[in-house]
């Protein structure tokens, strides 16, 4: 396993809700299914990110059954989170084709 990248936690909860209302330890799951068991959210990352987007307005939760009806907590994007979503995408492009520029030219 990898460590995730610092700054794109926030990234790739906000693209994981985007397909719609997940509970935090499906996130974990989808995000480590997506990068191939290359990235693993630890639960200490995960949920406090979590609790400061519900703070910043760009997710919403609530509880419900889980699929083995399990009572979980849901969480779903807001428009504020589908905005932020895409200063994110922005930002994670431009800091990449930085990176990329130093690599291919240094």
Do not use: C
């Not at 974990?28 to 290359?38: C, G, P, T, Y």
């Not at 693993?40 to 083995?68: C, D, H, T």
């Amino acid at each position: 396993m990898s460590e995730i990248l610092p700054g794109t936690l926030y990234l790739m909860i906000l693209k994981t809700l985007e397909k719609g209302p997940m509970h935090g330890y499906g996130i974990a799951r989808r995000i480590k299914h997506l990068s191939d068991e290359i990235l693993e959210v630890e639960e200490g990352s995960l949920y406090p990110a979590l609790q400061r987007m519900l703070i910043k307005g760009w997710i919403a939760a609530e509880w419900r059954p889980s699929e083995n009806n399990r009572r979980a907590r849901y969480y779903r994007l807001t428009a504020a989170g589908r905005r932020q979503l895409r200063v994110e995408l922005s930002e994670f492009d431009r800091v990449v084709h930085a990176v990329r520029q130093i690599i291919q030219t240094a």
